[in-house]
């Protein structure tokens, strides 16, 4: 495969930030980088960047209590006009899969926080992408159980907005039972971001979010996963892990774009 990297904030150990993320992620061979929520934002437009942004992280916090969410969204405005200065067109956000409401009261009170961000988004043409996460200790984590399959996102995700749509983690797909038919009845367009990682050969009960391995060092299937995925664009290359959390944050950059590109030029 060709399809270009992009650089996610948390594979740089959340230790670059634009512009040298992008002089960094461009050395090490990727095409875009994803903004950071907390990324200083320059005083003026437009600016010049040696990569263009894919993604950005939402400033604001719509998955905590009202009070985080309210705290926050004033910040989002001016971060998608910078977002979208460098190129942006899409904003990913994972959902928990547990929650302390019932299902349904979860759903209307995120429906309603994330219809204000995609509102404020739309202004600059970048489009929400809601992530479906799947493992274990997250499902159960909370007393009720929230949406982790992929086409529930997404039609909670349309429900939102009908410019919303779902962000796909090779990670998050491989712990919710790497079903390559979810992917497939996807429909064209729904999906609007894809991150890559790699997980270690663990029972459920012992896979945590935060450690994952580098593509094509654990045991997901990439060629079922892209082989079944109705997307063409960036792949983010989102890394959590001790392995790299030792590295130098340039080097850990370098080493993550080495392994990235072996695993999809294997395929």
């Known amino acids: 495969m060709d399809s ?103 759903a209307s009170v995120l429906r309603k926080r994330l219809r204000i961000c995609q509102e404020i988004l739309d202004e600059f043409g970048i489009r929400l992408a809601l992530e479906p996460v799947t493992p274990m200790h997250l499902r159960t984590q909370h007393p009720y159980a929230f949406i982790f399959r992929a086409p529930e996102m997404l039609d909670f995700a349309l429900s939102v907005s009908p410019r919303c749509g779902l962000a796909i983690d090779s990670w998050h797909w491989h712990h919710g039972g790497a079903d390559p038919r979810e992917l497939e009845e996807l429909p064209p367009g729904a999906v609007l971001d894809v991150h890559i990682s790699d997980s270690p050969d663990l029972p459920p009960e012992r896979i945590r979010d935060l450690e994952r391995a580098a593509p094509g060092e654990g045991i997901i299937d990439f060629r079922t996963f892209f082989g079944a995925l109705p997307y063409q664009g960036p792949l983010t290359l989102e890394l959590f892990g001790t392995r790299l959390n030792g590295m130098d944050a340039e080097a850990s950059v370098f080493e993550a774009a080495r392994t990235a590109r072996a695993m999809l030029t294997g395929l």
Request: aromatic share 4%.
């Open 4 to 106: 270009p990297l992009a650089l996610h904030p948390a594979t740089a150990n959340w230790r670059l930030a634009w512009p040298r993320a992008a002089e960094v992620a461009q050395a090490a061979g990727f095409g875009a980088v994803v903004l950071a929520r907390d990324q200083p934002i320059p005083a003026a437009l437009p600016i010049a960047s040696p990569l263009p942004a894919h993604a950005m992280l939402l400033a604001a916090e719509p998955r905590k209590d009202e009070a985080t969410f309210l705290a926050t969204l004033p910040r989002l405005r001016s971060q998608a006009a910078f977002a979208a200065a460098l190129g942006c067109t899409v904003a990913p956000l994972g959902l928990p899969p547990s929650s302390e409401l019932p299902r349904t009261e979860r």
